[in-house]
Protein backbone atom coordinates (compact mmCIF):
# COMPACT_ATOMS: atom_id res chain seq x y z
CA UNK A 1 0.00 0.00 0.00
CA UNK A 2 1.03 3.25 -0.82
CA UNK A 3 -0.37 5.32 1.88
CA UNK A 4 -2.57 4.51 5.04
CA UNK A 5 -5.71 6.17 3.30
CA UNK A 6 -5.64 3.23 0.44
CA UNK A 7 -5.03 0.67 3.39
CA UNK A 8 -7.89 1.98 4.84
CA UNK A 9 -10.14 1.55 1.67
CA UNK A 10 -9.01 -1.96 0.36
CA UNK A 11 -9.34 -2.81 4.10
CA UNK A 12 -13.31 -1.26 4.08
CA UNK A 13 -13.45 -3.71 0.91
CA UNK A 14 -12.15 -6.68 2.32
CA UNK A 15 -14.30 -6.20 4.89
CA UNK A 16 -17.58 -5.78 3.14
CA UNK A 17 -16.69 -9.51 1.75
CA UNK A 18 -15.78 -10.35 4.95
CA UNK A 19 -12.44 -11.12 4.44
CA UNK A 20 -11.79 -9.69 8.34
CA UNK A 21 -8.51 -11.32 9.25
CA UNK A 22 -7.10 -10.04 5.62
CA UNK A 23 -8.38 -6.31 6.47
CA UNK A 24 -7.40 -6.83 10.26
CA UNK A 25 -3.45 -7.47 8.75
CA UNK A 26 -3.63 -5.06 6.06
CA UNK A 27 -4.87 -1.74 8.76
CA UNK A 28 -1.59 -3.10 11.37
CA UNK A 29 1.02 -3.34 8.48
CA UNK A 30 -0.38 0.04 7.06
CA UNK A 31 -0.33 1.30 10.81
CA UNK A 32 2.61 0.18 11.65
CA UNK A 33 4.19 2.09 8.38
CA UNK A 34 2.70 5.20 8.88
CA UNK A 35 4.07 8.21 10.26
CA UNK A 36 3.55 8.60 14.20
CA UNK A 37 1.76 12.07 13.44
CA UNK A 38 -0.36 10.76 10.41
CA UNK A 39 -3.98 11.97 10.90
CA UNK A 40 -5.25 9.23 9.19
CA UNK A 41 -4.04 6.45 12.18
CA UNK A 42 -7.79 7.43 13.92
CA UNK A 43 -9.22 6.70 10.57
CA UNK A 44 -7.55 3.31 10.48
CA UNK A 45 -7.88 2.23 14.01
CA UNK A 46 -11.20 2.64 13.61
CA UNK A 47 -11.35 0.42 10.00
CA UNK A 48 -9.70 -1.92 12.61
CA UNK A 49 -12.05 -2.24 15.10
CA UNK A 50 -14.91 -2.60 12.45
CA UNK A 51 -13.33 -5.45 11.26
CA UNK A 52 -11.99 -7.06 14.53
CA UNK A 53 -15.27 -6.63 15.70
CA UNK A 54 -17.17 -8.29 12.65
CA UNK A 55 -14.04 -11.11 12.95
CA UNK A 56 -16.05 -11.83 16.46
CA UNK A 57 -12.56 -11.25 17.96
CA UNK A 58 -13.17 -9.20 21.46
CA UNK A 59 -9.34 -8.89 22.23
CA UNK A 60 -8.45 -7.46 19.39
CA UNK A 61 -11.00 -5.06 19.32
CA UNK A 62 -10.00 -3.62 22.24
CA UNK A 63 -6.70 -3.26 21.30
CA UNK A 64 -8.12 -0.82 18.72
CA UNK A 65 -10.69 0.46 20.90
CA UNK A 66 -7.54 1.75 23.21
CA UNK A 67 -5.63 3.28 20.05
CA UNK A 68 -8.57 5.05 19.37
CA UNK A 69 -9.07 6.41 22.80
CA UNK A 70 -5.55 7.79 23.21
CA UNK A 71 -5.93 9.52 19.80
CA UNK A 72 -9.26 10.95 20.38
CA UNK A 73 -9.46 14.62 21.99
CA UNK A 74 -10.85 15.19 25.28
CA UNK A 75 -14.67 14.61 24.79
CA UNK A 76 -16.98 16.11 27.74
CA UNK A 77 -19.79 13.92 27.92
CA UNK A 78 -22.16 17.11 29.79
CA UNK A 79 -21.82 18.65 26.44
CA UNK A 80 -24.13 16.44 24.55
Known sequence: MSSLADAI?????????????????????????????????????????????AAGSPMLAKRFADAIAIQEPDHDPDED
Open 9 to 53: KVAAALRDQQRYSEAIDLIEKALAAAAPNDLLRLDANREGLRAAE
